[in-house]
């Protein structure tokens, strides 16, 4: 069964129906039929979303998302105890076994398999808006999934279809520019395809794909591919997105803190671009917030938690204030973070400020945000002084509405575009501390070893130097010796 789950290339819910319709399933709708109607697409693109947040097995749910990320400089783990597998990523020592390279790997080709399904099939039920928004919803499904694969591993597999084929057995792996060029494409459809109207909580909209467009011409201006023709273009889907906020359901929350209450009202904000909804009372929680984010001081896990470096960096004031957490409770009283079991300062916005005691809770309802509107802007923000050479004043307004909120002051006013670009990119660090960013903007511009080479004293320490094939994570042993052209 491991074996069938982990080698995604060929665990395709087509052949299981192939199968099935090879063996007289009187009557059974399965195969394509199953999706013939419009509520056999419904249940598909449930059926698509879902392993991005099968807890532990797949996807975005637990500490595997953060961990896949710590090579950047605001995240970090236990510098012992059983965290090894976290340690990995963070000392860039990670090896193919890693189990926690493996959920998130399975996660998105799983749902790159369930949209391919969709996508070969939509257009046959018929073309009403309903219609259209189901088969929008894959192709983001799509780009969304292959945007996470190609940052994490580079070059991989470009998997199309839906349909077995022995040749998925030795498939090689593609190279960036081809994955870019499929994400991009998938994201133009998806706009074209989707409403513009703010959609039920975790799904995409015509917003949501021109927000998520916009963030990967930004990528692609910076390394790999290095093409700065792209600063331009993530300037003006950004734009198109900040111009029809009012339309796309999008804004900034007034206070900062309200996105983290850890609450169920903090799970659906116009700040939330895309979102990944979870139930817990339903059997599908997540385990990301909570014990996972809390110290051992407190019988949390101590799963992630912020380098010293980044906090000691981290602008004085509300959002700060917000962001972490310094005060430990224990029996024997308070304790600041300096002198905790780890000796590092932890995420407050992750922990979960439920009716629960002590806080200890380790599956929640709580939504994971993969994108927010605060992105939008500073995207747009920093793609403009890059591909003009001068700040605007709308880029100015954007990263000014940021800064504002959490109390800080507005940027000195002239700037050089190098200049406010690179305070732009500081303020994307601040602002999405902890939330999977940083490792990315880190990567695009070539700073992963600036990053990791001003370490505090209790920060680990990398194993090996950081060289451009450590940006990228290797795949999946499981993978790897059923194809060796993997």
Request: proline share 4%; net charge neutral; charged share 20%.
């Amino acid at each position: 069964m491991k074996k069938i789950f982990s080698i995604i290339l060929l665990a395709s819910l087509t052949t299981a129906c192939n199968k099935e319709l090879n063996e007289n399933p009187n009557g059974q709708l399965v195969g394509d039929a199953a999706l013939s109607t419009i509520e056999g697409l419904q249940t598909a693109l449930t059926g698509a979303y879902q392993p991005l947040k099968n807890g532990y097995t797949s996807g975005f749910a637990s500490a595997a998302l953060d961990a896949v990320l710590m090579g950047s400089d605001d995240l970090t783990t236990h510098p012992a105890s059983n965290k090894q597998e976290l340690r990995e990523m963070d000392q860039f020592a990670v090896n193919s076994t890693n189990s926690r390279i493996n959920v998130i790997w399975l996660g998105c080709y799983k749902s790159i398999q369930n949209a391919n399904n969709i996508i070969e099939n939509y257009g046959k039920v018929g073309t009403t808006a309903n219609i259209k928004q189901i088969g929008g919803e894959a192709y983001f499904l799509r780009a969304f999934s292959y945007f996470w694969l190609v940052r994490l591993w580079g070059n991989i597999p470009l998997i199309t279809t839906s349909k077995y084929s022995a040749d998925l057995l030795s498939i090689q792996k593609s190279a960036p520019a081809a994955i870019y060029a499929l994400i991009e494409s998938d994201l133009k459809n998806a706009e074209t395809l989707m409403g513009s109207s703010k959609p039920a909580a975790g799904r995409a909209s015509a917003g949501t794909a021109k927000a998520l467009l916009a963030e990967v011409y930004l990528t692609e201006a910076g390394y790999p591919l290095k093409d700065a023709s792209k600063y331009a273009l993530a300037a003006a889907k950004a734009k198109e997105v900040i111009d029809n906020k009012a339309t796309y359901g999008f804004d900034l929350v007034p206070d900062f803190a309200t996105l983290w209450t850890g609450t169920t009202s903090s799970n659906s904000t116009p700040e939330d671009v895309f979102t990944l909804q979870f139930c817990n009372s339903c059997g599908n929680p997540s385990t990301l917030y909570g014990k996972s984010a809390m110290p051992g001081d407190e019988s949390g896990w101590d799963d992630y938690f912020c380098e010293v470096t980044f906090f000691n960096n981290f602008p004085a004031g509300k959002r700060k204030d917000a962001t972490f957490y310094t005060v430990f409770k224990t029996s024997a009283g308070n304790i600041n973070w300096q002198n905790g079991q780890t000796k590092h300062p932890y995420y407050n916005k992750f922990r979960v400020n439920t009716p629960t005691p002590g806080y200890l809770t380790s599956a929640t309802d709580l939504s994971v945000k993969m994108l927010r509107y605060a992105q939008v802007l500073l995207t747009y923000a920093e793609a403009q002084a890059r591909s003009t050479g001068t700040p605007s004043a709308d880029a100015y307004a954007a990263v000014n509405s940021i800064r504002s909120r959490a109390g800080l002051t507005d940027l000195t006013p002239g700037l050089s575009g190098t200049a406010f670009a690179d305070a732009v990119v500081a303020e994307r660090g601040w602002e999405f501390a902890g939330e999977y960013t940083r490792w990315f903007d880190l990567q695009r511009l070539e700073l992963v070893e600036s990053a990791n080479n001003n370490k505090a004293t209790d920060d680990l320490k990398p194993l090996n130097a950081i060289t451009k094939d450590r940006y990228w994570l290797p795949v999946p042993y499981s993978d790897k010796q059923i194809n060796s052209g993997l």
